[in-house]
């Protein structure tokens, strides 16, 4: 752990009192003066940790005597002896100076900055410095605004006593939490970095707009709602069970278009628990033969369930499926109650009373037992009745029965009114006078924080603990990671069951199929008091899409793929094209009538997902990244993102660790081609966010204690990475939101509406990142532009 502020100011004074007693001037050679005196400076008095720095790193041959990782390389610190030093102008306070002062005035220092200057740039570092002890200088190595980094200035630090006297200027620009929030560019240029140019959609009028949908798409797209996610919904009561027979899929089968390696497809929760040696035990919830016998056997016992599985796997289906299809015999005489937490409560403190409360009211409306009437409330409290019969108030139970009497029904008030102990006596008359297995199942806890997930937790081993009942709970796999980290699971070791995403094709096939079905049954559709389209046209259509599903790989393999398993964002996808305003509803329908099948093209689909509701494509509403998006005013980052997804991928390809490659790694890669943490930061946080790249414990919440240390590619991004980028649709879509670095072709690039204005365009945006990509031409890289560009030119012709 590096020392703090205070600390740093007491042992730079502390370095300043030993170093006058020991001047030994122009006698230390380089290794001592590291010894004796830099080492101090930069470890105990700028608080950096031994463990962020690597000593003597080659680079192109060279060797750099300190290079500062957190977690890229952001600062290196080139070493001289103690006799290679400087003056400055006598009667200056100034601590800013030009670089070039030191070329002309200290021809040795001079060479010493122009060498660590070459050291940042060859490996994308932002900052540097020369120290010889007593004296440091302090430059940005690495620039991206046209400023040649010799032609900068520098922080300027002539004696130890020059660094005490300016030590919240020195503590603030070249500490560890200095360099990282990169201070020391605000000093020297006053700004970090030059922002990237303006984008063709701020001069778009009423950008990104609406895109205009018929008569016959808009009913679609209310329909669209009910016939992708809420099937269960229509019909007459006890559809939901028949839904769940018909559409549901057990998980764990491999998908056969993913772009990834089947290898990290199965080993997807491995990395949560291959560290644990104690606490919860892990195992899917599903064979090949369906639910885990196990699972049902865990169903008996007295202790938590945990039920792991990522965000949109399918874990409501899984637990609806359980105990209305899978389970009769064991869950048909039990009383089963569903906790939904996707819609309430607001607030944490209000978790017990809303779990309470849901557990009473499905009492009254699903099994008819009514907690308050008399009888019950007689039935239950027997035995406190029978006490009270016994207690202080037995002697006037004769001689003043009426007193009697209103003592007793304010000690029946007095047990009503503890709410939360009153109901576990209920379920526990229920579970003993009615020989009752009493089942909870608390679901979509894993749509609220990860706090928010440890209070149910909490609240569920109470009741299986203290209640005559069997908890399930569903939690995130981060959550569950996290919480073995605190402690929290391993103090109780429940049971923990791992659920994979079923296979998406057949997920929407299913669908697609059951809603077909009930159309042929009659069901009626109606919305805001009139019929919407017809129900031949939406059965047509439905028969289209389920159709194409099951012929066309290309959709397939876009869908599997870009959910990510996400079987909820799978449907979302196809939930969004249904009733698009960018797809031509009426030309597929009239095919279809009359050729009697119509197959959706990627590319139509495509548009409907990129777009949505919008005319033009907004990264805000869009579920698409732009890969060419920059963060700077350098070119060459147009191609940061795919150069890291190709890379990440060909690293998963012959990797011993489940796919998963060390965030130094990444950085060290991606700074030896020139790019700065700073762009690099920018580009991983997109792919955290967008599931392109995953972590270790799969969080995108950045809670967990310790920093992310390892990451790698999803199919998400392999599909962007492999095909994506090489189609027209999607360049065409994403030149709105680029910005262009070069002023000249910036003035070809501009709104096009028709299909031949598009390609023309698409075809100048390419010219573009050609001439961009000539700054990394040169290297041997996973991701190749000019091969790209073909594909993408073969799909405009």
């Not at 202790?303 to 899984?318: A, S």
Request: charged share 25%; net charge negative.
């Amino acid at each position: 752990m590096g020392v703090e502020y205070n600390e740093g100011e007491k042992n730079l004074r502390d370095l300043i009192s030993w170093y006058s007693s020991n001047v030994n001037e122009q006698t230390r050679n380089e290794a001592t003066t590291r010894l004796h005196l830099i080492d101090h400076l930069l470890f105990e008095c700028l608080g950096w940790n031994r463990e962020d720095c690597k000593t003597e790193e080659r680079i192109n041959g060279q060797y750099i005597d300190y290079s500062f990782y957190c977690p890229g390389c952001l600062f290196i610190v080139e070493a001289k002896r103690e006799g290679v030093y400087f003056e400055l102008p006598v009667g200056t306070d100034n601590v800013i100076y030009n670089i070039s002062f030191f070329s002309r005035r200290a021809k040795g220092v001079g060479s010493a900055i122009k060498q660590a200057i070459g050291y940042c740039q060859s490996h994308g570092v932002p900052y540097g410095a020369v120290c010889n002890g007593h004296q440091l200088i302090a430059f940005i190595g690495s620039r991206s605004d046209g400023c040649p980094p010799l032609e900068g200035r520098a922080l300027v630090f002539d004696s130890l006593e020059s660094m005490e006297k300016n030590f919240l200027m020195v503590w603030q620009c070249l500490s560890k939490d200095g360099i990282l929030s990169r201070r020391l560019s605000i000093e020297l240029q006053g700004a970090v970095v030059s922002p990237a140019p303006s984008k063709l959609s701020e001069k778009t009028s009423g950008y990104p707009g609406f895109k205009q949908r018929n008569v016959l798409q808009t009913d679609l797209q209310i329909l669209s709602d009910l016939f992708i996610e809420d099937l269960a919904c229509l019909g007459e009561e006890g559809d939901e069970r028949d839904f769940l027979r018909e559409c549901y899929c057990h998980s764990g089968a491999l998908s056969q278009y993913a772009l990834i390696s089947k290898d990290i497809l199965r080993t997807r929760y491995s990395a949560l628990f291959q560290k644990a040696t104690e606490g919860p035990s892990t195992t899917p919830a599903t064979t090949k033969k369906g639910i885990n016998p196990e699972l049902l056997a865990e169903s008996l016992s007295r202790r938590p369930i945990l039920l792991i599985g990522d965000i949109g796997v399918g874990k409501t289906m899984f637990i609806k499926h359980l105990y209305q299809v899978e389970a009769p015999d064991i869950f048909t005489d039990a009383l089963v109650f569903y906790v939904d937490f996707g819609s309430g409560p607001a607030l944490m403190e209000d978790l017990t009373v809303f779990v309470m409360d849901e557990l009473r009211k499905q009492l009254l409306d699903r099994y008819d037992i009514d907690i308050e009437a008399r009888n019950f409330v007689y039935g239950v409290l027997h035995r406190d009745l029978e006490r009270f019969e016994k207690g202080i108030y037995a002697d006037i139970r004769d001689t003043a029965p009426q007193t009697f009497r209103r003592k007793r029904i304010e000690y029946i008030e007095e047990k009503l009114r503890n709410k939360d102990e009153y109901l576990r006596l209920c379920l526990t008359h229920i579970y003993k006078g009615r020989k009752k297995q009493i089942v909870v199942f608390l679901d979509n806890v894993d749509q609220r924080p990860g706090e928010f997930q440890e209070r149910v937790f909490m609240i569920g081993q109470s009741m299986a603990d203290r209640w005559p009942v069997t908890v399930f709970i569903s939690i995130r796999p981060q959550t569950f990671y996290r919480s073995r980290i605190s402690g929290t699971l391993d103090a109780y070791h429940p049971r923990a069951f791992t659920i994979g995403p079923p296979r998406v094709d057949e997920v929407v096939i299913k669908r697609l199929e059951y809603g077909i079905n009930l159309l042929d049954r009659g069901i009626q559709l109606g919305f805001g008091g009139r019929t919407l389209v017809k129900v031949e046209s939406l059965k047509d259509y439905l028969e289209v899409l389920a159709y194409s599903f099951s012929q066309s790989r290309y959709l397939n393999e876009f869908l599997d793929n870009m959910s990510g398993g996400n079987i909820r964002l799978a449907l979302q996808f196809v939930r969004a094209f249904i009733g698009s305003g960018h797809v031509d509803t009426e030309k597929i329908l009239g095919i279809y009538h009359d050729t009697g099948a119509y197959l959706v093209p990627l590319h139509e689909f495509l548009r409907a997902i990129t777009y949505g509701d919008h005319e033009h494509y907004s990264p805000a509403a869009s579920e698409i990244l732009n890969l060419f998006d920059i963060s700077t005013a350098d070119g060459r980052e147009h191609f940061l993102s795919p150069i890291l997804l190709a890379q990440l991928d060909r690293w998963a390809q012959h990797s011993t660790t489940d796919g998963f490659v060390s965030v130094s790694d990444i950085y060290e890669y991606l700074q030896s081609l020139g790019f700065n943490p700073s762009q690099v930061d920018w580009a991983i946080e997109r792919f955290i966010h967008r599931n392109l790249i995953e972590s270790a414990t799969k969080s995108r919440e950045s809670q967990l204690s310790k920093p992310i240390s390892h990451y790698r590619v999803t199919s998400v991004g392999a599909y962007y990475a492999k095909r994506l980028i090489t189609r027209f649709e999607y360049v065409d879509a994403m030149v709105v939101d680029t910005p262009i670095v070069d002023i000249d072709m910036r003035a070809g690039v501009a709104n096009a509406y028709n299909i031949a204005d598009r390609l023309s365009r698409a075809k100048v945006f390419c010219d573009y990142l050609d001439s961009q990509w000539q700054l990394l031409e040169g290297w041997q890289l996973a991701f190749e532009w000019p091969a790209i560009r073909k594909l993408i030119d073969r799909d405009i012709d």
